[in-house]
């Protein structure tokens, strides 16, 4: 069971965004993002959008640091990921207008 976080390349509302997600459990994602002070509004379905700036202290606190390759091919294995067709028009976690 590991959390992986991935890099921050995703822009939106002027900082750049990584995705934080667990490999087995979406309540060991949850209990993992509690601690960390990532707040509930930015889970997404599969995963958490977390800032650029809290990847650090993230890692440090026990986040594997992954490609987002590696990330969404855990994802997917873990059978944890919610597929495009049910997103709702959103791509690897953000919709068309950058969340």
Avoid: N, Q, T
């Amino acid at each position: 069971m590991a959390i992986l976080v991935d890099d921050a390349v995703w822009p939106a509302h002027g900082r750049l965004w990584a995705h934080l997600v667990s490999d087995s459990r979406i309540d060991e994602l949850h209990a993992f993002a509690a601690r960390h002070d990532i707040p509930a509004r930015a889970f997404d379905l599969d995963h958490y959008d977390v800032p650029a700036d809290a990847l650090p202290r993230l890692i440090a606190g026990g986040a594997r640091h992954v490609g987002g390759k590696e990330l969404v091919r855990a994802l997917i294995a873990s059978g944890l990921r919610v597929p495009a067709r049910e997103r709702g028009g959103r791509v690897h976690g953000c919709d068309r207008y950058g969340r």
